[in-house]
């Protein structure tokens, strides 16, 4: 999920990005009866770093994902998540309009 030479075909990357929103969704609705703290340390490692991938790939669906998700979510641990991925450098370089964008939408 978090190599782009492997997302080249369109299913490959439609089952990353369902993938990825699943993988915020468990994050969002953590159970922490099931499952102890280390594994959501473990999670949001994880989605500190593979979502980037998907959205240097597919910046509209990505983006857009990322707007909603803090809209949706303003919790500092989401925040926290989705302003790692967007200073990572396939990010920066190649979207700096929409890396500002939603830089700007978590200050408000």
Known sequence: MSRPELLISKEQL??????????F???????????TKEDK???KKGLC?????IVSKN???????????????ASKDIKTIVKENLK??????????EVNKLLLLMKL
């Not at 969704?25 to 499952?35: R, T």
């Not at 770093?49 to 991938?53: C, W």
């Not at 990010?91 to 700096?96: A, C, M, N, R, Y």
């Open 88 to 97: 990572k450098k396939r990010l920066e370089k190649s979207f700096p309009d």
């Open 25 to 35: 969704n468990y994050y969002i609705h953590f159970d922490e009866v099931k499952f």
């Open 49 to 53: 770093f593979a979502p980037s991938v």
């Open 14 to 23: 439609t089952f990353s990005e369902e993938v990825m929103e699943k993988a």
């Open 41 to 43: 340390t473990i999670l």
């Open 59 to 73: 910046p509209q669906i990505g983006f857009s994902f990322f707007e909603k998700l803090l809209e949706n979510n």
